[in-house]
């Protein structure tokens, strides 16, 4: 168990629809990552949040949004879906941004659009 | 832009040694870590290397040359639970991972 929690762990939903994927970080960890991996794809970076701001930015689609909220939990926040989000997302956590500090990954929420 | 290759898939027979190679061309470079995926979970850490040279632990090892971009990891005594895949990843300014290489691992 690597400490990190993702809620729900599936979702599924029909095209058009919006959804929120919610993570905590393990305890004691101020930086939070979200990546999407789609099948037999690799981890796509999407956005990294430290201590409540927004650090890094990847290929996050202008459709999806993210935050991190004061208690340091995490939503992705995804609307206008479609069949090509359907992907696993990960959420991991670390201590902060010095170099070494390994990301801990969550199970991941299983998201299915129809 | 960033570019991090490994093979697609390898095989291997189990006691046996294999070695996972990945090469790497980032803009920066602040360390290279390996990660295993079983399927359908999580990735879970094993090693991270920002210097040259081989990082041991266990069973596994893994080494890094940053003038030639490339890194390793080395998974001796291969078990059957070692089949999954391995995940090369380098920090830049955010974690940037590899498609990761699909070990199977044959009785």
């Known amino acids: 168990d690597s400490g990190v929690t993702q809620t729900p762990k599936h979702l599924i939903t029909a095209t058009g629809q919006r959804v929120t994927l919610r993570c905590s970080p393990r305890?004691?960890?101020?930086?939070v990552y979200w990546y999407q991996q789609s099948l037999d794809q690799g981890l796509q970076f999407l956005i990294q949040?430290?201590?409540?701001?927004?650090?890094a930015k990847g290929n996050i689609l202008e459709r999806f949004s993210a935050q991190q909220f004061p208690d340091l939990h995490s939503e992705l926040n995804l609307s206008s879906l479609e069949l090509g989000d359907s992907a696993l997302y990960f959420c991991?956590?670390?201590?902060?941004?010095?170099?070494?500090?390994?990301?801990?990954f969550g199970n991941g929420t299983r998201l299915t659009v129809t | 832009g960033q570019n991090i290759d490994q093979p697609t898939e390898m095989t291997a027979t189990e006691g046996a040694i294999v070695q996972i190679n990945c090469t790497y061309q980032t803009s920066g470079f602040n360390g290279l870590f390996w990660y295993q995926q079983h399927a359908g979970e999580a990735p879970t850490f094993l090693s991270y290397n920002v210097l040259d040279g081989l990082e041991e632990k266990g069973r596994f090892s893994s080494f890094l040359s940053r003038s030639k971009g490339y890194s390793y990891l080395l998974l001796k005594e291969l078990q059957m639970k070692d089949s999954a895949s391995y995940l090369c990843a380098v920090l830049t300014d955010k974690l940037i991972f590899g498609t990761g290489t699909r070990l199977q691992v044959f009785p």
């Open positions: 949040y430290y201590n409540g701001e927004e650090r």
């Open positions: 991991a956590s670390s201590v902060g941004l010095a170099e070494g500090s390994p990301l801990h």
């Open positions: 305890s004691g960890d101020l930086s």
